[in-house]
Structures are given as structure tokens and as C-alpha cells.
């Protein structure tokens, strides 16, 4: 997970925004159409720095002693992100189980 920006370079960022970053435009484009996201969220923008965000979570999480604590913060720091993002009352919506 370090290596693989410097090892991969120009390839790693083609990868990123080939493969990883259309699924998440996509989720929040869906997201955004059901209505549960503010209407002026830019979608391809935020995609791309939450692409960014991920990444970073994995250093974090990999660089850890303990690696537990760090998906647990990281997960809440990426939630407490994403919450922002949110229309007014989508996080009262029932969650599918």
C-alpha cells in the first residue's frame, strides 16, 4: 500500500480513476437521485477526494500498531465526512438490512 503510488506511478493514478472512482461517481450519483444528498454535491469532485480519502485510510490503517483502533477511527472520520454530504433528513431514512 505505500509502494505502490511511487512503484506504479502515472499507471496507479490511471487505475484509481479507471477502476475505483467510477463505482463511487456512480454511488453517489444513485444516492444523489434518490434525493439523499445535498443538490449541489459535485459528484465527479467529490468522488475523486474520497478516492483520495480511502487511499489515505488504507496508509493509515496499514502504517498502525494497532490496526483495529485505526479502521475504527478511520472509518468514523470517512463517515463524519461523508455526513456532511447528506440531504437534510437522509440520515433518518430506515437503513436496508
Do not use: K
Not at 11 to 39: C, K, S, V, W
Not at 46 to 66: F, P, T
Amino acid at each position: 500500500m505505500v509502494q505502490a503510488p511511487s512503484v506504479l506511478g502515472e499507471r496507479y493514478r490511471h487505475r484509481n480513476d479507471t477502476i475505483a472512482q467510477p463505482p463511487i461517481e456512480r454511488l453517489l450519483t444513485a444516492l444523489a437521485e434518490r434525493g439523499d444528498l445535498r443538490p449541489d454535491v459535485p459528484v465527479v469532485t467529490v468522488a475523486r477526494l474520497l478516492m483520495s480519502g480511502l487511499c489515505e485510510g488504507n496508509q493509515i490503517i496499514a502504517a498502525a500498531a494497532d490496526r483495529e483502533a485505526a479502521l475504527s477511527s478511520t472509518f468514523r472520520a470517512i463517515t463524519l465526512l461523508m455526513s456532511g454530504l447528506a440531504a437534510d433528513g437522509a440520515g433518518a431514512r430506515p437503513q436496508a438490512t
